[in-house]
Each structure stands twice: as C-alpha cells, then as structure tokens.
C-alpha cells in the first residue's frame, strides 16, 4: 500500500500567520492518465471531515484562497496563509492513484 | 443541496453482525459510486469500500474482504454496509461519502459510531 508521510504531526500557530504541510508518498501520485490524484481534507473538532483541496491544487467549491496545494510526484504541500480560527483541526492528505486509497496520518492545527 | 444520513450504528458483541444505511438526498443518487470511510477513536481516517453507481463493482480494503459488504438501493437512494464477524478493531465512526469528478470524497455524513465490545 502507498504510505502517505504527513509532517508535521502538529502545528502551532498564531492567528494571521502562514502555516505548511508537508506529505511525503511512498510512490509517485501521478496516474498513467497524467492526473494526480492527491487530496486535502480538513477534520474541524466534531466534525465530518470536508474536502479542501484535489488534484493537488484545485480548491473546492467555497475554500477560501488562502488554502494553496502545490506539488508533484512523490512531495506534497498544503499552505494556509494567514490562518483563521476556523482554519484549526486536522488536516490529512489523500491519494487515490493506487489501490487501496490511503490517508496520510494527519497533522493537527491548533493555536499557539 | 446534497445531503447524506448514516444511521445503524451502535454497540454490538464482537463476532456478531450490523448494518449500516446512508440515505442521500440531493442529487441523483443512482449517478454516483458512494464510498465508506471509517475513523477509530482518536485516530485517523480509513477508507473501507467503495461501489460503482449501478452497484456492478465493489471495493474493499483487505482487513473487511470476506466480513463487509457494501450494497445500494438506487430505487430508495440508499447506501449499506452489511457488516459481519465484527471485531474490536472494526469500532469506528463510519462515515459515508460521495465523489464528484475526479475527486473521492467531495461529501459526507455527519457519520454513525458502531463499538464492538462484549
């Protein structure tokens, strides 16, 4: 199975600041068809987790633009710039190149 | 707007059986694959099975192959997962999903928490 390495496990922030998110994959993420199928999603506390970010870079429908992906191959990067409170909770990368589909582990925004 | 409902969740005796049910709204059902995405206590997020949209096809991780079965009624708009030989380690919130173009999981339910304890 492909093994998504999300760093770092937590971050602290203090509000208006930038954050980054790193996902490392075992294997590239690009399909044979050129696509790359990587994910973000955003676990808020007590909440269903909400997709913010696929194929590497498209935000979906309502994310603001200050969540940016960016990437290729085998490294991921999730930015937040000036972060909100509603930003906090754990972030996960995802990837569906390869069967099965995997979540990285998770990394935890909180205020510092 | 799309909506999805999990229900069936709750506490059963590890070897025995449960079935869970999503019922979506929203959209047309019978157009989209639907997925199972599971989360234990404090961990983090687990994909599970996932079914075409007419139900010809299904997908499983290798821990469920042969104890799960991910089933659908287009006619009732609903998603299953019958779930047999349940163990501990199958406690989770299960959460059902729905893709959109070239994305997994574009939506989900609020998720239903099943505990296999004795």
């Known amino acids: 199975d492909v093994v998504l390495t999300q760093t770092p496990v937590s971050l602290s922030v203090t509000l208006g600041d930038q954050a980054s998110i790193s996902c490392r994959s075992s294997?590239?993420?690009?399909?044979?068809?050129?696509?790359?199928?990587l994910e973000w999603y955003l676990q808020k506390p007590g909440q269903s987790p909400q997709l913010l970010i696929y194929?590497?870079?498209n935000r979906f429908s309502g994310v603001p633009d200050r969540f940016i992906g960016s990437g290729s191959g085998t490294d991921f990067t999730l930015k937040i710039s000036r972060v909100e409170p509603e930003d906090l909770g754990v972030y996960y990368c995802f990837q569906a190149t390869h069967d099965p589909p995997t979540f990285g582990g998770g990394t935890k925004l909180e205020l510092k | 707007e799309v909506q999805l409902v999990e229900s069936g969740g709750g506490l059963v005796q590890p070897g025995r059986s449960l079935k869970l049910s999503c019922a979506a709204s929203g959209f047309t059902f019978s157009n989209y694959g639907m997925a199972w995405v599971r989360q234990a206590p404090t961990k983090g997020l687990e994909w599970v099975a996932t079914i075409s949209y007419d139900g010809s096809s299904t997908y499983y991780r290798d821990s469920v192959k042969g104890r799960f079965t991910i089933s659908r009624d287009n006619a009732k708009s609903t998603l299953y997962l019958q779930m047999d030989s349940l163990r501990s380690e199958d406690t989770a919130t299960y959460y059902c999903?729905?893709?959109?173009?070239?994305?997994?999981?574009?939506?989900w339910g609020q998720g239903t928490l099943v505990t296999v304890s004795s």
């Open positions: 294997q590239s993420l690009e399909y044979s068809d050129g696509y790359t199928y």
């Open positions: 999903a729905r893709p959109r173009r070239r994305v997994s999981f574009a939506y």
């Open positions: 194929g590497v870079s």
